[in-house]
């Protein structure tokens, strides 16, 4: 069964720094979606993308954040200068079309720690 | 404004016996209704979804969910549970009114714990 793909699968990074986590969403989904999960707290929507471009974003995605298609493949989510109350589970999910029916499909998700 | 809610930190089930798993919710149009289960280490998997028609909706792995209208509940069930059924079960909704491009709002989730 396809999967959605995320890498790496743990970041450890100083505050302050740049992110990058990429995402490689199945391969015939148009829809491409950021989620995080704080440790024992719900799972947060972050970000909507179709057509190459924002969808829909949260209140959590400000200026810090951003999201881009590099190729046909990828999709990466880039937080510019990170903070401690970065640290969290950060979760791509994809779906073939954004009907409310349609399921996403989630990948294992990076685990992002700002030291 | 759309909302989920799962009253239950975690349920305690011994092997065999039914579980249950709550989820109520709150939409201002009808609702799209899922539930996804998190092993430990991984992502959310799909289990199966509420959308129309028959309330009683089957999923993967013997799961499944009844959707109740007049109580906003969707609760996820199975007759007979299995160790290997111990995980994170998360309860989502869209809004068709909610006016979102599809994102779910999420539950905070219920630990389900299956004792030998």
């Known amino acids: 069964e396809p999967e959605v793909t995320q890498t790496p699968s743990h970041q450890v990074t100083q505050m302050g720094q740049e992110v990058i986590l990429r995402c490689v969403p199945i391969?015939?989904?148009?829809?491409f979606y950021w989620y995080r999960q704080i440790l024992g707290q719900k799972v947060e929507f972050l970000v909507s993308?179709?057509?190459?471009?924002?969808?829909?974003k949260s209140e959590i995605f400000d200026d810090q954040f951003s999201v881009e298609r590099p190729d046909g493949s990828n999709f990466t989510l880039k937080i510019r200068s990170t903070k401690l109350e970065d640290s969290a589970m950060y979760f791509c999910?994809?779906?073939?079309?954004?009907?409310?029916?349609?399921?996403?499909?989630f990948g294992d998700g990076t685990r992002l720690s700002i030291l | 404004a759309q909302s989920v809610a799962q009253p239950e930190d975690q349920v305690n089930v011994a092997e065999g016996n039914p579980l249950t798993v709550k989820c109520t919710y709150s939409?201002?149009?009808?609702?799209?209704l899922f539930w996804y289960v998190q092993y430990p280490n991984r992502g959310l998997q799909f289990l199966l979804k509420?959308?129309?028609?028959?309330?009683l909706v089957k999923g993967s792995y013997g799961f499944e969910a009844e959707f109740n209208k007049s109580q906003t509940s969707f609760h996820l069930k199975k007759p007979s549970a299995l160790v290997s059924d111990s995980a994170l079960y998360f309860c989502?909704?869209?809004?068709?009114?909610?006016?979102?491009?599809?994102?779910?709002?999420f539950g905070k989730g219920t630990k389900l714990s299956v004792k030998p």
């Open positions: 999910a994809s779906s073939a079309d954004r009907g409310l029916n349609q399921p996403q499909h």
């Open positions: 391969s015939n989904h148009l829809y």
């Open positions: 993308f179709y057509n190459n471009e924002i969808s829909e």
């Open positions: 939409v201002s149009g009808n609702p799209y």
């Open positions: 509420y959308i129309t028609g028959d309330n």
């Open positions: 989502a909704v869209r809004d068709e009114y909610g006016g979102s491009q599809g994102n779910l709002i």
